[in-house]
């Protein structure tokens, strides 16, 4: 697998690698060519290591006896960053660190899958940190980012799209999905859009008053 980027402007997305379902190395691939900045949570490093990935910086807790100096070497250069904070998860952590470091956005592989109360925890942080980093997650079945009040987009018709709610979302319209909402809520647990789909090739339009709403892009 090609670990080489070609990007090295922090304007650009940084990527995460976190610890869960590993995507395609197709889908990693694409991400690290365009990478700046490649953080890996200390529990995916044995993983990472294995797929010949060259990495920036390795965050964690470094808990259960692990040692981070013995990637050293392997990785030089190699920026080792010991986050020991129980209050936060290791990918609340790597946020923060690339807030410190100015950068705007980033993108997460990795996140979902394996345990459902990681997956949950990690997608509802979109919107934990929406106001100071720009979040997208991605995995071989789905692109999971935060849309603004007013979002559109191109897709092509019967393209999946879901529409999730963390808590409530009103005054929801949109135009060119099969199942239209007009000034509608959304409400986590009880209705969200999911399974919606392009109406037709051209322009979607989703608008929202209030509350926070995630757009999944799904690839069935």
């Not at 050293?72 to 129980?86: A, C, F, G, N, S």
């Not at 470091?101 to 345990?115: L, S």
């Not at 099969?178 to 109406?199: F, V």
């Amino acid at each position: 697998m090609s670990s080489h980027h070609i990007v090295r402007d922090d304007q650009e997305p940084a990527l995460i690698i976190a610890n869960g379902a590993e995507c395609s190395e197709e889908l990693m691939g694409q991400l690290l060519e365009w990478s700046p900045l490649v953080i890996v949570l200390d529990s995916a490093i044995k993983r990472v290591i294995n797929l010949g990935i060259k990495i920036d910086v390795l965050l964690g807790d470094f808990d259960r006896d692990f040692d981070p100096e013995q990637y050293r070497d392997m990785q030089y250069p190699l920026e080792i960053v010991h986050t020991p904070d129980q209050n936060k998860t290791d990918l609340e952590k790597a946020f923060d660190y690339l807030i410190n470091r100015g950068f705007p956005a980033v993108n997460v592989i990795w996140a979902t899958g394996r345990r459902a109360d990681h997956t949950i925890t990690n997608i509802t942080n979109i919107v934990r940190y929406r106001e100071k980093l720009k979040i997208v997650m991605l995995d071989d079945h789905s692109k999971i980012f935060q849309l603004p009040k007013k979002f559109e987009k191109w897709y092509t018709a019967a393209t999946p799209i879901s529409l999730i709610p963390i808590g409530k979302a009103e005054g929801i319209i949109t135009k060119n999905l099969k199942y239209p909402l007009n000034d509608e809520a959304l409400t986590i647990g009880h209705r969200t859009g999911s399974s919606n789909e392009a109406l037709n090739d051209g322009i979607v339009t989703i608008e929202h008053r209030e509350g926070n709403l995630l757009l999944m892009e799904c690839f069935d």
